[in-house]
């Protein structure tokens, strides 16, 4: 099982709205691309939030690499164009893959 792990630090100003879109709309958008099989979203309590946002780390699991090369050629360059241009300047993220052991 390959986890692809998304940590993003949202500006406290569009927090709560950032947080409903992404619950309602991008992750089951990158959901609906059937190259995951569960997704997960958590908030960070360490470090905590602070005057610079708060941050979540959003969890897709696929069950292979291949599937989630398949992902990031066909679908996610749209994905992330769509979530840098409603949030520009109100975030940082990072990604990270990890395997299940």
Not at 7 to 28: A, F, G, Y
Not at 69 to 98: E, I, S
């Amino acid at each position: 099982m390959i986890i692809y792990n998304v940590t993003v630090k949202i500006e406290n100003s569009v927090q709560e709205e950032w947080l409903d879109w992404m619950k309602r709309v991008h992750i089951p958008e990158v959901m609906a691309t059937r190259c995951f099989s569960e997704s997960k979203i958590m908030r960070l309590l360490d470090p905590p939030a602070d005057e610079q946002g708060t941050t979540y780390a959003i969890q897709y699991f696929c069950e292979s690499m291949g599937t989630l090369q398949g992902y990031w050629k066909d679908f996610a360059p749209a994905l992330q164009a769509d979530h840098t241009q409603r949030y520009k300047d109100k975030f940082v993220a990072f990604r990270t893959v990890m395997e299940l052991v």
